[in-house]
């Protein structure tokens, strides 16, 4: 991180905070921006006035323990070989993991890349393989382009669980909560997939500010000091940061492979529950390769995990260290939930950055 940079943006947020004269709440959507927030010790940086509070992004974290249980259910079902990306091996069950399933002999791999899998399928065509679509816009163009390639290929050994989520619809979601909230960091990332723009009706219609922002540190203090100055302004809208890697509209070429893959559906959120057009779906044409619709997945329970608090953590209702578990029956090595395993959750980036 500049010296320079920080310095200045640190002076900006402090003489912002201190015309401001009163308690401002700003939620980083972004479980990288706490993550950096956390490693960089930004927070040691702003004044008691200013809090960051989490929010619902971490795509592995929001995955309801519904979704959670049938992943395990896939990855037991003989001859199906279970892909995903390795945050969610530790992701706790109500009986099991996927870690420990695969200790007992299930056939569950980590890869890389959607496209991985795809050509483990076309590699392997005696192998059934099912690959765990989990992620926000962000994943969702090269999960989409995957499928695609499995189409042209004709694979008739290749599925997708498709667990996507949209972050515009919950961000309606947590401010309906009585949470109370001044602005938010929005997603660099998905921005530069969709463009500022999609949060900007919602900026409008609860009249806060919402800047998307990059992921160095100095992104993050530069982001907040933008938010702070729109607060002092009175002003409300999406604007941008991360001005290097974010252009009006977005990626309109991943837009176009995502809408030809999947369609909006309504989707279960941890701690947040249905939430209306918040999901991904694969479309009639492509619902031959949906993992949901060809293997008889029995309907699991819906409960959390005994003692798991990550629900309220997500919706900004309780900070990690405020859950009686947190650091004691709750750890990185014995997680009670997601927060604590994935390398984008809340209550990790607490433990391990303090």
Known sequence: ?????????????????????????????????????????????????????????????????????????????????????????????????????????????????????VDLARDNPHLKIVFLGIGFETTAPAVAAAIQRAREWNLDNFWCLALHKRV???????????????????????????????????????????????????????????????LEEGKSGSFVQYTRAIRPGGNPRAQEIMADVFEESPAEWRGLGLIPESGLRLRPEYQRFDAALHFEIPEPTAEDLPGCQCGSVLRGLLAPAQCPHFGKRCTPRAPLGPCMVSSEGSCAARYRYG
């Open 168 to 230: 515009e619809p919950v961000l309606e979601a947590v401010l309906a909560d009585p949470v109370r909230l001044d602005a938010f960091l929005t997603p660099g990332h998905v921005s530069v997939i969709l463009g500022a723009e999609v949060f900007a009706p919602l900026a409008e219609r609860h009249a806060i500010p919402c800047v998307a922002t990059g992921f160095a540190p100095e992104d993050v203090l530069e982001g907040v000091a933008m938010l702070l100055r729109l």
């Open 1 to 117: 991180m500049s010296t320079a940079d920080s310095a200045a943006w640190t002076r900006a947020i402090r003489e912002s905070a201190r015309r401001l004269g009163r308690a401002i709440r700003i939620m980083e959507v972004c479980g990288t921006h706490t993550h950096v927030i956390g490693r960089a010790g930004l927070r040691t940086l702003f004044p008691d006035t200013l809090e960051l509070i989490s929010g619902p992004g971490c795509p592995v974290c929001v995955t309801a323990q519904r979704d959670i249980e049938k992943t395990l259910a896939l990855a037991s079902m003989p001859g199906v070989t279970l892909c995903t990306f390795g945050d969610m091996l530790r992701v706790p069950g109500h009986t099991s993991s996927l870690e420990r399933d695969r200790a007992r002999g299930a056939d569950v791999r980590v890869v890389y890349s959607p496209a991985d899998a």
